[in-house]
Structure formats: structure tokens, C-alpha cells
């Protein structure tokens, strides 16, 4: 994935190629992505070519159901614009997406406390029962149980942590929790810190909806301690109304395994490894220790 990399001048062919009418606009690479690479459009507008093996069918999914959803979402969204069809050019699809401003979480964490209400309003408005023929996307969504038997190996990034016990306890409290028999509800399915944006300390955005899906909302509600700055959890669960103790006990298993994930990709970064995320390791342990102190 880290490997591939287009050039400017690939987009500017493409923009005159489908899209004449933007072509001229100032053209800026963004740092970052990892499914898709991504360019600044003039000041309102970015543009988006899958680089992975599974990133057309994500930007499909954006172009199909993002749209519709965002109208109801209080934060700003990557709304796709304009769609790219696969040509001569580039075999693949590709998106105009409305630009959102603000910086990366994982560069540039939440600090402030009312944050909570902001996510909470956020989340309340995007989770709705979704319809029959919504996307699903194992595990996301899915009850833990159907990721337990890889989660072992997970727990190896953090072998050597003073309290890797009381996270694997946190862990199994939440595949041993009720699972959820509600409604399958809209979902992000990707809520970490290089997915949303801040300004002013606070959420300002919310990215990537490549993985949106339909399913428990505990898979979302996870961000609560891994977007949140400590002690902002149960000011969130407040303001969002609409988790019991068991949902919130999975939520905080979700947490776990985002932790574990980013932890993994940000020492691959600090080896240098492709695909690595140096910012990302911070903002696992960060979450680990804000789950901790929840339990």
C-alpha cells in the first residue's frame, strides 16, 4: 500500500479528462491516506484515487450511500461530488469529495472536554436504523465473538505493558457481554484519530466513510475513549442516551481492539515499515490507558 504512488499530473489528465470544468483549480497533494491517495482541489474540494486492492469498492460504497446520510449529520462530511469512471487513464473509479478542514486527530488530539456533547450529537444523529440492503462488513458491527480467535495474536504489540492483564480482562468482559438484538443501526465502522479532524481542540470533522456499515453501534461507540480526552467518556455516554451497560461494556472492547491495531501500525511506522503510521502508536496507548480507567 505504501508503495504505490500517483503522480499530480495523472489527476490533472483526469480532471480535463471528466471533470473540465475544475481542471484549472489549484492542485495540492495531502499527506496521509491509506487506502486512497489524495489531492486538495482548490479550496473547497479534494479528489481521491483508490491506491489498494479494496479501496474502489469503499469509494463506491461513499458514492452510493455517503450522499444521502450526511444531510442528517451535524459535523462536516467528505460529501462526494463528482465521480471519476474508470478509463484509458486510470482503470478504477475515483471521487471529488467536498474538502473538510481541520487537522488529524492523530496529529492533533481532542483536548477539549466538551467534545463529548459534540460526538454524542454526532453519533446520535448517524445512528438510525439502516435499510435491508445496507452494507454489511464483518466484524465491524458484528458481535466480538467473531474476532476472538485472532485477538491473541494482537495482544503481542503490548506483551510487555505493566497492565496488558487488565486490558485483556477488559477485553473478555466484552465478548462475555450480552450481544446487541436491536435494529442494525447506520454505522461509521472506522472512528479512530486519523478519521476525524480538529479545530480548536475539538472535533471539527469526521473522514473516511469507506467503511460505513450497518450493524451494533458499539463498534462506533468505542470512540468515546478512543477520540476523547480522559474523563470525557461518561459525559459523552450522557449525552448520547442511548447505550445500556452492556453496550458500553462492548464498546470498551471495541476500544481494546482499536488500541491494539493502532499500536501495531504506528511501530511498523517507527520501523519504517510501508503501511506504518508513526503518529498512530501514541494514540493507541493513549486509548489503553483511558479504557483502563473506565473499568
Not at 448517524?126 to 458484528?142: F, K, T, V
Amino acid at each position: 500500500m505504501g508503495e504505490v504512488k500517483f503522480e499530480q499530473g495523472l489527476v490533472r489528465a483526469l480532471l480535463r479528462e471528466q471533470h473540465s470544468d475544475l481542471a484549472d483549480l489549484e492542485l495540492r497533494a495531502v499527506d496521509g491516506g491509506w487506502d486512497n491517495q489524495q489531492w486538495r482541489l482548490g479550496e473547497e474540494f479534494a479528489v481521491r484515487l483508490p491506491r489498494t486492492e479494496r479501496a474502489p469498492g469503499l469509494l463506491r460504497k461513499e458514492q452510493t450511500w455517503l450522499p444521502a446520510l450526511a444531510g442528517r449529520l451535524p459535523l462536516p462530511t467528505p460529501v462526494p461530488v463528482r465521480i471519476g469512471e474508470p478509463s484509458r487513464l486510470f482503470e478504477q473509479t475515483w471521487t471529488i469529495v467536498r474538502w473538510v478542514e481541520g487537522v488529524p486527530a492523530d496529529r492533533a488530539p481532542v483536548t477539549r472536554v466538551d467534545a463529548a456533547e459534540v460526538l454524542a450529537e454526532f453519533l446520535g444523529a448517524l445512528h438510525e436504523r439502516a435499510p435491508a440492503d445496507a452494507p454489511l462488513n464483518p466484524p465491524r458491527g458484528a458481535p466480538l465473538s467473531g474476532v476472538q480467535d485472532g485477538v491473541d495474536g494482537w495482544f503481542e504489540v503490548i506483551a510487555g505493558h505493566p497492565n496488558a492483564g487488565g486490558v485483556r480482562e477488559v477485553w473478555e468482559k466484552a465478548v462475555a457481554a450480552p450481544v446487541w438484538e436491536g435494529a442494525s443501526l447506520w454505522l461509521h465502522g472506522d472512528l479512530h484519530p486519523a478519521n476525524v479532524v480538529v479545530r480548536d481542540g475539538s472535533l471539527a470533522g469526521v473522514i473516511d466513510f469507506g467503511d460505513m456499515c450497518a450493524g451494533d453501534p458499539a463498534t462506533d461507540l468505542s470512540a468515546a475513549w478512543v477520540l476523547l480526552p480522559t474523563g470525557a467518556a461518561s459525559r459523552f455516554f450522557d449525552a448520547y442516551g442511548q447505550a445500556d451497560e452492556a453496550t458500553m461494556t462492548r464498546a470498551r472492547g471495541w476500544a481494546v481492539l482499536r488500541a491494539l491495531s493502532l499500536i501495531w501500525i504506528g511501530q511498523n511506522g517507527r520501523r519504517g515499515l510501508p503501511g506504518g503510521k508513526p503518529t498512530w502508536e501514541p494514540a493507541g496507548y493513549a486509548t489503553l490507558e483511558r479504557v483502563l480507567a473506565a473499568n
